[in-house]
């Protein structure tokens, strides 16, 4: 077959063979849910398992290619959370299409944020923060986070969640919010500190009284630091969900849920690889939580 010339193909046939080449390749991963051989199985692997082992393989060989984390449709999200055992539903499942009514997007974060946007940590412009927020309608994205950060402490002299909430705000950047903390808040409170997980939580909501705001829950993975243990956070995701009853506005994604302990360097910061899922992800939930009508 002659290859046709793109300098003369006419728009609606060039139009036509890119919807045929984004079809292809959500085929062809589809085909690979069940053509893929996952690695052995231990004697504690079940079904459930499995299928966790898999979605990791198959992330792993889509993930990292460019050109897949910015077409219309997400197939490493969709096929992650699709073949999740501990993943909350379809109703979280990225849409065809699916985008945000938030135009401007601005995420408050601790060293788990650090890097989503850096080259040294996130390779393909892609699959950094900023192009997966504009993959799903965004327009202006900013990023605030530092390591240590929590909602109300400040750590070496650096603003609080709180603080930095405030510095955004009288830069004249505002709309919708992804909160990602959680993790430094839930050690503190650990530690014996008295502002405990509801406090923290309201003090934001009332910053951003009105606004959207997408609140991540969070997870660890056996840390060498037992104020870091998941339990720890598990309840600082349990004050977010009491909280979600009490803010209108407020929109709880359990990233928790999709998340794999192999994501983790030193069970609380993720490999690269997990930050261009975790990126992937919250656009995702953003569209789906706060979606364009």
């Given at each position: ?41 231990s ?40 073949t ?59 990023l ?32 919708c ?16 500190n ?13 910053r ?20 870091y243990?998941n ?27 999709h ?5 983790y ?29």
């Amino acid at each position: 077959m002659t290859a046709e010339n793109p300098d003369t193909t006419p728009p609606a046939r060039r139009s036509t063979m890119r919807r045929g080449r984004r079809a292809a390749a959500v085929l062809a991963a589809t085909v690979a849910v069940s053509s893929i051989v996952a690695p052995a199985a231990s004697a504690k692997t079940d079904a459930a398992g499995t299928l966790d082992v898999v979605s990791r393989v198959i992330t792993q060989e889509l993930g990292t290619q460019r050109g897949f984390s910015d077409t219309m449709f997400d197939v490493p999200s969709y096929l992650w959370m699709l073949t999740h055992p501990q993943g909350s539903g379809t109703k979280n499942l990225p849409r065809p299409n699916q985008k945000t009514m938030c135009k401007t997007v601005v995420q408050i974060g601790d060293s788990t944020s650090v890097g989503l946007d850096n080259s040294l940590r996130v390779p393909s412009p892609s699959d950094r923060m900023t192009a997966q927020y504009r993959r799903v309608g965004a327009e202006n994205v900013y990023l605030d986070a530092i390591n240590g950060r929590s909602v109300t402490e400040r750590v070496g002299g650096q603003q609080s969640g709180l603080e930095a909430i405030g510095t955004e705000l009288a830069h004249g950047r505002d709309g919708c919010w992804i909160i990602a903390l959680g993790a430094n808040d839930a050690a503190l409170i650990a530690q014996g500190n008295p502002i405990n997980a509801d406090r923290r939580i309201d003090r934001v909501m009332q910053r951003l009284a009105g606004r959207p705001v997408l609140w991540p829950t969070v997870r660890t993975a056996g840390p060498d630091v037992p104020d870091y243990a998941n339990s720890h956070m598990k309840a600082f995701n349990a004050a977010l969900r009491r909280a979600a009853q009490r803010y209108p506005n407020l929109r709880v994604y359990d990233f928790a849920k999709h998340t794999d302990p192999s994501w983790y360097v030193d069970g609380v910061h993720y490999t690269s690889a997990a930050m261009i899922q975790r990126n992937r992800l919250f656009a995702s939930a953003l569209a789906t939580s706060f979606p364009r009508r």
